[in-house]
Nanobody, 126 residues
Framework: QVQLVESGGGLVQAGGSRRLSCTAS????????????MGWYRQAAGKQRELVAV???????SYDDSVKGRFTISRDNAKNTVSLQMNSLKPEDTAVYYC????????????????WGQGTQVTVSS
C-alpha cells in the first residue's frame, strides 16, 4: 500500500501564489524504488475530477490548458515527491487538489494500481 501525503493548501487571494507538495511512502515491507508518473488532479464543487499537471520520472510534464504558464510541476525522484507551484491564482482554481501516483515499482515487486492522496483544499478569493 502506498500513501500519498499532501501539504500546502489554504486560502489565497486572486493573483497570489501557493505551493503544494506531496510525498509518497509505503507501509510494510519493500520500499518504493521508482514511480513512473506523479502529479496533481483537482475537483471543484459539483464538478468532475480533472487533470492539472503530471510528470514522468524522466521529467516530461503535461498540463491542462487552463494552468499552462501559471503552474509548474516538479519532482524529486530520489525522495518520491512531487510539487506544484501555482502562480497568478484565479478564483476558478478553487478546488480540492489531489496528489496522484501511477506505475510504482517496489524493491521486490511492481504495483499495477494508481494511488491518490486525501486531497488538500485550495481556495482563491476574489
Amino acid at each position: 500500500q502506498v500513501q500519498l501525503v499532501e501539504s500546502g493548501g489554504g486560502l489565497v487571494q486572486a493573483g497570489g501564489s501557493r505551493r503544494l507538495s506531496c510525498t509518497a511512502s509505503r507501509s510494510g515491507t519493500g520500499s518504493i524504488r521508482s514511480i513512473d508518473t506523479m502529479g496533481w488532479y483537482r475537483q471543484a464543487a459539483g464538478k468532475q475530477r480533472e487533470l492539472v499537471a503530471v510528470m514522468t520520472s524522466g521529467g516530461t510534464a503535461s498540463y491542462d490548458d487552463s494552468v499552462k504558464g501559471r503552474f509548474t510541476i516538479s519532482r524529486d525522484n530520489a525522495k518520491n515527491t512531487v510539487s506544484l507551484q501555482m502562480n497568478s491564482l484565479k478564483p476558478e482554481d478553487t478546488a480540492v487538489y489531489y496528489c496522484y501516483a501511477n506505475g510504482v515499482t517496489f524493491y521486490g515487486g511492481i504495483s499495477v494500481s494508481a494511488y491518490w492522496g486525501q486531497g488538500t483544499q485550495v481556495t482563491v478569493s476574489s
